[in-house]
């Protein structure tokens, strides 16, 4: 992923200004947020996100099967 300069925010303008993020990411396609001014997180448009994906959603389902049958105690419990 190439960075540009212009897609840099720091994390207390995105805090504050969130929306103007929002905007960022729908013209640019992502925004890196910076923590003591070093790239911490990386807000990107989700349907770039599905391009570059590595993980399909047969994994993601697998993933939640293992997660609710491993917790299913506590999930009956929630649901009361």
């Known amino acids: ?5 212009e897609n ?5 303008e995105a805090n504050q200004n969130f929306s103007r993020v929002a905007r960022l ?6 925004a890196i947020i910076l923590k003591n001014n070093a790239p911490r997180y990386v807000l990107l448009d989700y349907d770039l996100f599905r391009q ?11 993933a939640a ?3 609710l049958a491993k917790h299913i105690r506590a999930f009956e419990e929630l649901a009361k």
């Open 1 to 5: 992923m190439n960075i540009n300069i």
């Open 8 to 12: 840099l925010v720091s994390i207390s």
């Open 25 to 30: 990411v729908d013209e640019k396609g992502t």
């Open 52 to 62: 570059n994906s590595v993980v399909d959603d047969a994994d993601v389902d697998a």
């Open 65 to 67: 099967t293992r997660i």
